[in-house]
């Protein structure tokens, strides 16, 4: 039985791939009074937010296959948004509490700089049993969910 690490995966899902350091850094120039000064930013693992687009809206994810709410928490452009924890940069040390949260929702991420795009299968990172268990959650429930909406406007179409 081949290691998680050799696995021959497949998908069909694209995930766009965003600079979201350019938007912290931002975030943070808009509203350093208000922080009174402390440098913040995104903890290591929420660094790497990138989006994958389905028709029902915007999924979030790491190179682990994680995100924020799970396969439940679609962002949408009117509804559901997400809150991604912000932590103070200090040099060799790390904060335990978020500094501050900010509340996104799709057409924040929408309007982030796309860097490029990177099939699912490559972009979630080959290690162990577990990250193969978030992949194939995630590609099973993204590439159902997209298929799932074009069966539906097939179906209506008729």
């Not at 120039?29 to 995104?42: A, D, I, P, Y």
């Not at 080959?126 to 298929?147: C, G, P, Q, T, V």
Request: glycine residues 8%; proline residues 3%; hydrophobic residues 35%.
């Amino acid at each position: 039985m081949p290691s998680a690490r050799n696995r021959i995966r497949q998908s069909s899902i694209t995930v766009h791939v965003v600079d979201m350091e350019k938007a912290m850094k931002e975030f943070y120039e808009k509203n350093k009074e208000s922080l009174g000064g402390r440098t913040v930013g995104l903890d290591t693992n929420s660094s790497k937010w990138d989006y994958v687009e389905t028709p029902r809206g915007l999924y979030l994810l790491d190179h682990e296959a994680c995100g924020p709410g799970g396969c439940e928490a679609a962002l949408t452009d009117s509804g559901n948004k997400v809150e991604l924890p912000l932590y103070r940069n200090m040099e060799g040390s790390f904060d335990m509490m978020s500094t501050v949260a900010i509340s996104i929702n799709a057409d924040f991420v929408r309007g982030l700089d796309k860097i490029g795009e990177e099939n699912l299968a490559d972009f979630v990172r080959k290690w162990n049993s577990r990250l193969e268990s978030n992949f194939d959650n995630w590609n099973r429930h993204l590439e159902a969910e997209i298929d799932g909406v074009q069966d539906e406007r097939t179906s209506q179409a008729q």
